[in-house]
């Protein structure tokens, strides 16, 4: 590394300089930054105005001022290189320099040195460091000097060659030009540095503003691409189960066609297997329909009891519960803005396979039970029933997908994939907790969300 990347390293370590993360901030973090760049650059430029300032002191003879010239170079570097002091406490100390050297500038050199400019770059250095209110209060402190300077002329306080090259109106003429500068340079770069915070503010905005919508877009694409998944296999599985009864028909046919086979069913057994396969295929296009129909019902959304759903959904499966000896018991339900007719064809679905799914000998006992939670109710629905292996926790919910072959558990296998599409219409999501042997239990939950 060489001198110069060696030296910039340590200043920088010195000033804490702020890192990329602090620009969100706007002006207050390029004010930070500004003042290590001055810093950086101030120490090697000084020589440029300050050696030949002690040589010239030492030809002219006010070896005070070659002394003043040089502690100010020290404390220059001191302040850019010094270890431990704090970022207030070094811009304090650039500050206190300057205005030290105005003062000795001006009072030994009057205006033949550079007193007034110096006064002039502090108002600048003041405003781009701190704050605009800084810039204008050091406005005012420079008028309170060049005052003090006119009183020190006016009634000739000292012996210096400001002193005795002015009185009082020519100092006045002089130092109101320093004024006037300094107030246009802070009222000018008032109007900037508002503007570019401002123009900050802006950019930051319109950042997160992306961000936001970047975040919505990628959500709204995995979404996209969950439902295409859930079409494809909606797809496979409708295609092939459909497909089950009409290959039942179609070998049917067959066996009747070929006159080896021909006489193996009789005529009652032909139409009757024939009129089996029919109606199981009436059976699933119209579970397939009733299943696409879900959310596209022109009825809107409606505050609903579930109290009185639940008793109706009740009434409505009274023989079934009877044959099956069945024990239901249902918690205090809340009310919610949901699809009615869905929300009782949910609950006719899980309470019904609570029954169904029941173990040999065993009476069901079906529990529904409701919980508020901070941005939904769960609701449960348990049984003693024969369980779920946790291998087909999933499976259940695809349409078509049964676990048990028809002569077992009568069914078409569309019921839960009914289920998750009008948990998922309501916002919510439904999944299952079961052992094999221990019961199920059906969890889902509905948004509290009230608007439709
Ligand atoms: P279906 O009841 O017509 O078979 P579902 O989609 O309602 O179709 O259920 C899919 C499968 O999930 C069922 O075939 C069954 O194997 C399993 N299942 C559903 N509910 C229960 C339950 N309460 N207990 C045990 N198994 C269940």
């Known amino acids: 590394m060489n001198l110069w990347d060696s030296y910039k390293k340590t200043v920088r370590s010195r000033l804490y300089v702020p890192d990329e993360a602090g620009r969100q901030e706007g002006v207050a973090f390029w004010r930070d930054r500004l003042f290590y760049y001055m810093a950086l650059y101030m120490v090697p430029l000084s020589f440029l105005a300050l050696v030949p300032g002690v040589f010239m002191s030492l030809i002219s003879d006010v070896p005070l001022l070659a002394v003043v010239d040089l502690v100010a170079m020290v404390l220059l570097a001191f302040l850019a290189l010094g270890k431990g002091m704090a970022l207030a406490t070094r811009k304090l100390i650039f500050i206190g320099i300057f205005y030290v050297l105005s003062v000795v500038l001006l009072i030994y050199l009057g205006s033949f040195g550079p007193g007034l400019l110096y006064l002039f770059a502090i108002t600048v250095f ?24 006119g009183v020190l002329i006016h009634f000739r306080l000292i012996h210096s060659p400001l002193v005795e ?13 320093e004024i006037f500068l300094s107030t246009v340079s802070v009222l000018s770069l008032h109007l900037l540095l508002h ?15 992306l961000l936001s919508e970047r975040k919505a877009l990628q959500d709204a694409l995995s979404e996209v691409r969950r439902k295409n998944l859930e079409l494809e296999q909606f797809t496979y599985f409708a295609s092939h189960d459909l497909q089950e009864p009409l290959t039942t028909i179609i070998s049917l046919t067959d066996l009747q066609q070929n006159a080896e086979t021909k006489d193996f069913l009789t005529q009652t057994e032909y139409f009757e297997y024939v009129d089996r396969a029919s109606k199981r295929m009436r059976q699933l296009i119209h579970g397939l329909l009733e299943y696409s129909r879900i959310g596209r019902s022109s ?16 009434a409505d499966m009274q023989v079934r519960i009877e ?12 009310q919610l803005l949901v699809f009615p007719l869905e929300m009782r064809q949910l609950f006719q679905n899980l309470i019904g396979n609570a029954i ?21 109710w769960l609701f449960k629905v348990s049984d003693n029933g024969i369980g779920i292996s946790e291998t087909a926790f999933e499976k259940i ?20 994939a009914y289920c998750k599409k009008i948990v998922e219409l309501h916002g919510g999501r439904i999944w299952v907790e079961s052992a094999v042997g221990q019961g199920s239990t059906f969890c889902f939950t509905i948004s509290k969300e009230t608007t439709s």
């Open 356 to 376: 169904k799914f029941s173990r040999e000998g065993t009476a069901p006992v079906v529990t529904v039970t409701a919980r508020e939670e901070e941005s939904h």
């Open 299 to 314: 009825v809107e959304k409606s505050m609903v009891d579930f109290d009185l759903l639940l008793a109706d959904v009740l």
């Open 195 to 209: 503007g570019l915070q401002s123009t900050i503010e802006n950019e930051n905005k319109l950042q997160r503003e």
């Open 323 to 334: 044959q099956a000896g069945a024990e239901i018991s249902i918690d205090k339900l809340p």
């Open 397 to 416: 919910f695809i349409i078509f997908q049964r676990l048990h072959g028809r002569s077992a558990y009568e069914g078409t296998g569309i019921g839960l």
């Open 165 to 177: 090259a002015y009185d009082i109106g020519s100092w006045i003429a002089v130092s109101s030009n």
């Open 126 to 149: 003041v405003t781009l460091i701190y704050s605009v209110r800084m810039g204008y209060i050091t406005v005012a402190v420079n008028l309170c000097l060049c005052a003090a300077f």
